[in-house]
């Protein structure tokens, strides 16, 4: 039975960090509203079949341009379709985008960076000069570039965005592992028989992560925007998905008489583009060993 009150402690003291993390993040207004909004963000998709009051796929062209009201809280579009009801489902494919993205752009940016922080020499100008290429293009310019070789739909939108999404963490990992690479705990290792892939995986990646962390969340927002510029010119998600920046394309045409066709769409966009910088800035704080210390 003593075993239970143990692993009771391990397992609170496993959560304490993220528990930390959070309440710092509360205790600051602007990280507290970054992590509402996405809170909300998350809960809007898993729970998009229960608020939406309408289904976002069904045309009524004899309610079409109507303006925001009581059975349509957030007016409908040029096909009659509800946008609050767009807007919601379209939560989700904003989080499949934030979710692909960040699951290919971490470990492409980590491997890169550290391997080349670490071995250095040729391997390291090598990857750097690679990096410096896709650093000399603006992230949507190329972006456009991979999705006009590979075909506009949601999914080679993504991975475009990934392929330039990844030089900033690489870079970063790059400065982190060169800070540290020559570290004590690193040459006890090496003189214990450690691999370099091990050294790399179990000492350097760990001490990296927090960084990246950081640097991807911030980058999030900029991630969010491409989509959109994608969406809006017509090579990412196409109709009838309800993307934000599509919704703002469609309406764009109607916007001086039918303002909320933009300007709903427009406000999603904006308000969880600010949340990740915020939350950004907030992680960076609070993963600040200075403010770790004085909690």
């Known amino acids: ?48 079949p229960i608020i939406a009051t309408h289904d976002p796929y069904v045309q009524n062209l004899g309610n079409t341009l109507q303006a925001p009201g009581g059975e349509h809280l ?19 494919i904003t989080l499949t985008i934030i979710f692909l993205v960040s699951v290919i752009v ?6 890169v960076g550290t ?11 090598v990857m750097m000069r690679i990096t410096d290429i896709f650093l000399s293009f603006p992230s949507l310019i190329l972006s456009l570039a991979f999705v006009a070789a ?26 982190e592992t060169m800070t540290f690479r020559q ?45 959109a510029g994608l969406g809006f010119l017509g090579l990412g998600a196409q109709p009838p998905l309800p993307e934000w920046g599509a919704m703002i394309a469609t309406g764009r045409r109607y916007m001086i008489d039918s303002w909320w066709l933009v300007t ?12 990740f910088n915020l939350l950004g800035d907030g992680l960076r704080d609070a993963l600040d060993p200075k403010q770790m210390n004085r909690r």
Not at 115 to 125: L, P, V
Not at 206 to 224: H, Q
């Open 1 to 48: 039975m003593s075993e239970i009150p143990q692993a009771r402690s391990r397992a609170s003291a496993a959560f304490r960090p993220a528990i930390n993390i959070v309440r710092f993040l509360w205790g600051s207004p602007p990280s507290a509203f970054g992590l509402v909004v996405l809170t909300l963000l998350i809960l809007v998709a898993l729970i998009a």
């Open 264 to 275: 709903f769409p427009g406000l999603a966009i904006l308000a969880v583009s600010l949340a």
């Open 74 to 92: 957030f007016g409908t579009d040029e096909l009659g379709r509800d946008i609050f009801s767009r807007l919601v489902y379209g939560s989700r």
């Open 106 to 111: 971490g470990p492409i940016g980590l491997l």
């Open 115 to 125: 391997t080349s922080g670490y071995f250095g020499g040729r391997f390291d100008t």
């Open 150 to 175: 590979l075909g506009p739909s949601l999914n080679n939108a993504i991975i475009a965005i990934a392929l330039t999404a990844w030089p900033p963490i690489a870079r970063l990992a790059r400065a």
């Open 183 to 227: 570290a004590d705990y690193i040459a006890a290792a090496r003189l214990q028989g450690a691999s370099p892939a091990r050294i790399i995986w179990r000492s350097i990646v760990p001490m990296c992560l927090p960084s990246v962390l950081i640097r991807l969340t911030l980058n999030m927002a900029t991630v969010i925007l491409t989509a």
